[in-house]
């Protein structure tokens, strides 16, 4: 994830064209292996095993290696070796930029370096950043000045970055996102988190990208937005949130939710925070409130 984040951050420096982006992240995408398949070929586990652990994690918010080791399907020693052969993707990225005479070697590092010290990052924070910690990824962008609301929303979105690398689009990054136009046929995901800490929750997304996201989700190619996609699609949003809901249980906050609801063309108002999704195929909006009594939604 941070290799995306990190290459927007050269894009907007104008160190890289768009172009250039794009073909180096397709590279990173076709050299990037993952966990299952690595413990597959080193003969750790078996296919049906793999499968096993990748519906546990529709169920809870842990990492493959964590599982599969908690089933007994692998060592912590063996879960070791197979994060050290995924290597680092931003090391994917300075390799694929370099290899095609987009930068030197030592112009990324350079620009690392700015990046590091513009973000104001401890060694600390940085190296655990480039190793994937997606939730200082996300602390590190997120523009709250509210502490309890900043931890809340902090909480909530990194667990959506993994689900959208888990379940739908592993080229996944987040920004904060500005109200924009309405997309020429968009379509609309809701449901409501009813509890103590109460949220709404609702992602605002083209007819492209909607069927991207479905197709990917039903593990079949989806050409329009039928009943089959929308389920596809709201399921996601159902099954992250039941993750959240399991999160914030181990924390000692009980929560429900109601059903989600798909809706063409509606329009959100109110007291709500904007999150802008970036996939492969292109972006959409995440609309988050804690205070869903203060959101209105249009047909």
Do not use: C
């Amino acid at each position: 994830m941070f290799s995306q984040y990190f290459g927007h951050y050269l894009l907007n420096r104008e160190l890289i064209t768009r172009e250039q982006l794009a073909d180096a992240l397709e590279f990173q995408k076709s050299v990037h292996v993952k966990f299952g398949v690595i413990a597959v070929d080193e003969e750790y586990m078996t296919p049906v095993q793999v499968e096993e652990v990748h519906e546990k994690q529709k169920q809870m918010d842990k990492r493959f290696g964590e599982i599969a080791v908690e089933l007994g399907y692998l060592t912590n020693e063996q879960v070791d070796k197979l994060i050290s052969s995924q290597k680092q993707g931003h090391l994917f990225l300075a390799q694929a930029l370099v290899n095609r005479g987009y930068m030197t070697i030592e112009q990324f590092a350079d620009a690392l370096n700015d990046y590091k010290r513009e973000n104001s990052l401890s060694d600390d924070q940085f190296e655990a950043i480039r190793n994937g910690s997606i939730e200082l990824l996300v602390e590190n962008i997120l523009d709250v000045k509210d502490i309890e609301k900043k931890a809340k929303f902090g909480q909530y979105l990194s667990l959506f970055a993994k689900s959208m690398i888990r379940f739908i689009d592993d080229q996944v990054f987040l920004e904060i996102a500005k109200l924009e136009d309405k997309y020429p046929e968009s379509w609309l995901v809701r449901q409501e988190i009813l509890g103590n800490a109460p949220l709404f929750t609702a992602i605002d997304v083209s007819e492209e990208v909607f069927l991207h996201m479905a197709s990917i989700y039903a593990e079949e190619e989806l050409t329009e937005i039928d009943e089959f996609a929308e389920d596809a699609v709201s399921e996601f949003l159902n099954l992250h949130n039941g993750i959240y809901l399991v999160n914030m249980s181990n924390w000692g906050t009980e929560l429900t939710m109601n059903p989600q609801e798909v809706i063409k063309n509606a329009t959100v108002s109110g007291d709500t925070f904007l999150v802008s999704v970036n996939t492969s195929k292109g972006s959409f909006q995440l609309i988050l409130s804690d205070k869903p009594e203060k959101v209105s939604v249009v047909h």
